[in-house]
């Protein structure tokens, strides 16, 4: 059975960091993308980033470049996601999901359906 447990949401200050973990079971993180996705109060859900375990490839949306880190540990099949500088904009649900790895072709995973997801956990930037 393909599980993602997200994990490392709460209660942050402006100007503060954090760390997100999404624990994957049911498959080898190799052969999938992984996304990190996020919705904030009234807003429509946003690909955060991305990456690709199979061939090493990642990407960041424009909201988070440049203060944001995702990293896969493949051994322990959890991919991170670090967000510095965090503003009010940041808060949101963060779910991390996964959909199979197209081998042999350079594409953007944002671009299709992902097929698991996460419950999310909750991240919040108060002033």
């Known amino acids: 059975e393909v599980q993602l447990v997200e994990s490392g949401g709460g209660l942050v200050q402006v100007g503060g960091s954090l760390r997100l973990s999404c624990v994957a079971s049911?498959?080898?993180?190799?052969?999938?993308?992984i996304g990190w996705f996020r919705q904030g109060p009234g807003k429509e859900r946003e690909g955060v980033s991305w990456?690709?375990?199979?061939?090493?490839?990642?990407d960041y949306a424009n909201s988070v470049k440049g203060r944001a880190t995702i990293s896969s540990d493949d051994g322990a099949n959890t991919v991170y996601l670090e967000l510095a500088s965090l503003t009010p904009e940041d808060t949101a649900v963060y779910y991390c999901a996964a959909r199979e790895h197209f081998w042999g072709y350079t594409y953007n995973p944002f671009k299709y359906e992902f097929d698991y997801w996460g419950r999310g956990t909750q991240v919040t930037v108060s002033s």
């Open positions: 990456i690709s375990s199979a061939d090493g490839r990642l």
């Open positions: 049911g498959f080898t993180l190799e052969d999938y993308d």
